[in-house]
T-cell receptor, first 115, second 114 residues
Framework: KAGVTQTPRYLIKTRGQQVTLSCSPI?????VSWYQQTPGQGLQFLFE???????NKGNFPGRFSGRQFSNSRSEMNVSTLELGDSALYLC??????????????FGPGTRLTVL | GQQLNQSPQSMFIQEGEDVSMNCTSS?????WLWYKQDPGEGPVLLIA?????ELTSNGRLTAQFGITRKDSFLNISASIPSDVGIYFC??????????????FGGGTRVLVKP
């Protein structure tokens, strides 16, 4: 079974631009969660999508948004990029069940550098 | 920022040694997870713990879910060079409180002794 895939793997943008990252979950998984990883703040939860709806949200500004398509693929968008948005953005997929054993599997991440 | 205190922040291992790391929190978690991340990759799940007091093994790895639900530890026995990497603990609260959001520790960087 193929794992979680993320594209692109690397991106370089300049301040003020916007960026869209893509995530394809494991086949059959309906939940996609996004995390930001930086050296200073570690791994932080951005949001989760299930059945094309945002089901859960972390403490990030409105410049960070996402969506999910009917095939469970998800995109996240960051508008008006700031230098501090440079990070590894990780996507995790799970079956989406509302239980403690709904394990999340991570993709390789997209490394975003903002200049 | 993260709410899980993971220690040590880094450690050196010599092949054959046993190593351990732990995670503590001021809050209760219903699930504890341990992930390993290699350079340029996403975290890979090593062990999942769902019940207070649970002790679970996966090969040379053993992890325990603390009885208070506020801590967990991971042991690696007889370490080998490929154990090098960054290990993260992660906690999940109840579905009602936080959905499937994972809260991560700051990581333990495992390095080989020169």
């Amino acid at each position: 079974k193929a794992g979680v895939t993320q594209t692109p793997r690397y991106l370089i943008k300049t301040r003020g631009q916007q960026v869209t990252l893509s995530c394809s979950p494991i086949s059959g998984h309906r939940s996609v969660s996004w995390y930001q990883q930086t050296p200073g703040q570690g791994l932080q939860f951005l949001f989760e999508y299930f059945s094309e709806t945002q089901r859960n949200k972390g403490n990030f500004p409105g410049r960070f948004s996402g969506r999910q398509f009917s095939n469970s693929r998800s995109e996240m968008n960051v508008s008006t990029l700031e230098l501090g948005d440079s990070a590894l953005y990780l996507c995790a997929s799970s079956s989406g069940g509302q239980g403690i054993s709904d394990t999340q599997y991570f993709g390789p991440g997209t490394r975003l550098t903002v200049l | 920022g993260q709410q899980l205190n993971q220690s040590p922040q880094s450690m050196f291992i010599q092949e054959g040694e046993d190593v351990s790391m732990n995670c503590t929190s001021s809050s209760i978690f219903n699930t504890w997870l341990w992930y390993k991340q290699d350079p340029g990759e996403g975290p890979v799940l090593l062990i999942a713990l769902y019940k207070a007091g649970e002790l679970t093994s996966n090969g040379r790895l053993t992890a325990q879910f603390g009885i208070t639900r506020k801590d967990s530890f991971l042991n690696i026995s007889a370490s080998i060079p490929s154990d090098v990497g960054i290990y993260f603990c992660a906690g999940q609260r109840s579905w009602e409180a936080a959905g499937n959001k994972l809260t991560f520790g700051g990581g333990t960087r495992v390095l080989v002794k020169p």
